[in-house]
């Protein structure tokens, strides 16, 4: 199992440039995640889904949009990046089942810049 | 609402010393803890989590936590660290009727001295 990819790995966006963030698990689970990492702030959750169809939002939703068609992907969408998007972003899921949401399996990370 | 504090933002230790990374949570109801490590430039993974039973927790790489629910707090200790401890950690609270949401703290960066 590769586990949770995200593509791509850097970015470097002009402000008002609009770009998507893949992220697909392969372990087929319900729930996914999208944080942002920034310097000692810990993790922000943005979106989260707990399946195909369903997404709700998170601490800092704004600016951003996601789908779930699917269970193995769960793309995050920037419209009008912002200075203030520059982040680390990690896509994480878990599988259904009380003690199975408790662990959340991480991809490595996009490393977004806005200029 | 579930918060998370991790007072050390950085702790240096020489290694083969010990070490404890600090954390304290607050919430209203019954939670779940973790402590996820964070290796430069990778995603997070888990290193433990305390759900129910044993208040002493331990990990395959030699850390433990204890949960002490009078004092809120859930401490990672290792009675002896080495170079390749080195990472940032971050401890983690889902509340019991929300374990769909992990809130995390601000982490702790963890630099071994040599």
């Known amino acids: 199992n590769a586990g949770v990819t995200q593509t791509p790995k850097f970015r470097i966006l002009k402000i008002g440039q609009s770009m998507t963030l893949q992220c697909t698990q392969d372990?087929?689970?319900?729930?996914m995640y999208w944080y942002r990492q920034d310097p000692g702030m810990g993790l922000k959750l943005i979106y989260y889904s707990v399946g195909a169809g369903i997404t709700d939002k998170g601490e800092v939703p704004n600016g951003y949009n996601v789908s779930r068609s699917t269970t193995e992907d769960f793309p995050l969408r920037l419209e009008l990046a912002a200075p203030s998007q520059t982040s680390v972003y990690f896509c994480?899921?878990?599988?259904?089942?009380?003690?199975?949401?408790?662990?959340?399996?991480f991809g490595p990370g996009t490393r977004l810049t806005v200029l | 609402a579930q918060s998370v504090t991790q007072l050390d933002s950085q702790v240096p230790v020489f290694e083969e010393a010990p070490v404890e990374l600090r954390c304290n949570y607050s919430s209203s109801v019954s939670v779940y803890l973790f402590w996820y490590v964070q290796y430069p430039n990778q995603g997070l993974q888990l290193l433990l989590k305390?759900?129910?039973?044993?208040?002493l927790v331990e990990s395959i790489n030699g850390f433990e936590a204890e949960f002490n629910k009078s004092q809120t707090s859930f401490h990672l200790r290792k009675p002896s660290v080495h170079i390749s401890d080195t990472a940032e950690y971050f401890c983690a609270v889902s509340e019991e009727n929300r374990d769909d949401k992990i809130i995390f703290g601000k982490g702790t960066r963890l630099h071994i001295l040599p």
């Open positions: 372990m087929n689970h319900n729930y």
């Open positions: 994480a899921s878990s599988s259904a089942g009380t003690s199975g949401r408790l662990e959340q399996f």
């Open positions: 305390y759900l129910s039973g044993s208040t």
